[in-house]
């Protein structure tokens, strides 16, 4: 935003070619239509090794939310349904019935969906940066999701 223009496509063009500076902070924007951005910050930069497999995740927080879930509004709006008051109510009707209906079992199912939004696997992000890396197509299937 505000600077840079491209002769060229601005999806080719390497991120070593903005050369960044350490602790410098750049907005990327992941899908148009939904409008997800990211602040990336550079902490270091580190020498090249050419036995090590780039790009690797070196650390983070929470996972990234389901693919397509209708942009940053319509996630906020997921989490206010599925509050923990709401999972309160479910083990509550569960205590007092003994057993799971089934609109409760679906209750919790989404709600278990939910929170693995939450989770942050670096291991699993690793794998699938392999995976990219490598040019291998499979880091795009959905059970390999952190």
């Known amino acids: 935003m ?11 063009i390497p991120l070593s070619h903005f050369r960044f500076r350490d602790k410098e902070r750049f907005i990327y924007e992941y899908d148009f239509g939904d409008f997800w951005q990211h602040v990336v ?3 270091k930069r580190l020498p090249f090794k050419p036995k090590k497999t780039y790009p690797v995740c070196i650390s983070g927080s929470q996972s990234s939310p389901l693919e397509d879930c209708g942009g940053p509004e319509a996630l906020m709006t997921l989490r206010q349904r599925h509050s923990i008051w709401d999972l309160h109510e479910y083990i509550e009707d569960i205590r007092e019935e003994g057993e799971v ?3 409760i079992n679906d209750a919790l199912h989404s709600y278990l969906s939910f929170l693995k939004t939450w989770l942050f696997d670096r291991d699993a992000i690793n794998r699938r940066l392999q995976l990219y890396a490598a040019g291998d197509k ?3 299937e959905e059970d ?3």
Do not use: K, M, Q
Not at 2 to 12: L, M, N, Q, V, W
């Open 2 to 12: 505000d600077g840079i223009f491209f002769r060229d496509d601005a999806e080719t």
């Open 144 to 146: 390999e999701l952190p």
């Open 138 to 140: 499979r880091w795009r």
């Open 101 to 103: 209906s089934d609109e």
């Open 41 to 43: 910050r550079v902490e």
